[in-house]
């Protein structure tokens, strides 16, 4: 099979779907090939992610990537976070063909994005 059940079930029933209307940190990326786009919401307090959630106008790598990662990140230091690798991302979810490892990239890049952003409000 093409994609592993992990792929399949955070394809089918993503994890954090959504966005936080008072969002601490936005970061939105796309892939300019596939045209793919992926916007992540963080709500964090005394430097720890207490929510998060995410819209991803995509591919169904792309959706189950934004799902895991945003499953990774939560209830983490931001430091952490900016730790998260698009191969974490892909291990996590049982890896993923080698044609659609960009789109975890495009996770790491969002969750990355969103970290700067909260990062320049608050330290800017
Ligand atoms: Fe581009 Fe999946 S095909 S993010």
Known sequence: MLYSEK???HFEHPRNVGMIED????GEVGNATCGD?????????HDII??????????????????????????????EALQLSNKAVA????????HKLH????????????VDDYYSRHNG
């Open 23 to 26: 969002a601490d940190g936005i």
């Open 7 to 9: 792929v399949m079930d």
């Open 50 to 79: 207490e929510d998060v959630k995410f819209k991803t106008f995509g591919c169904g790598s792309a959706i189950a990537s934004s799902s895991m990662a945003t499953e990774m990140i939560k209830g983490k230091p931001v430091s």
């Open 103 to 114: 789109c975890s990239v495009l996770a790491e890049e969002a969750v990355k994005a969103a």
């Open 37 to 45: 786009i992926m916007k992540i919401y963080l709500k964090i307090d």
């Open 91 to 98: 291990e996590a979810l049982d890896g993923l063909p080698a």
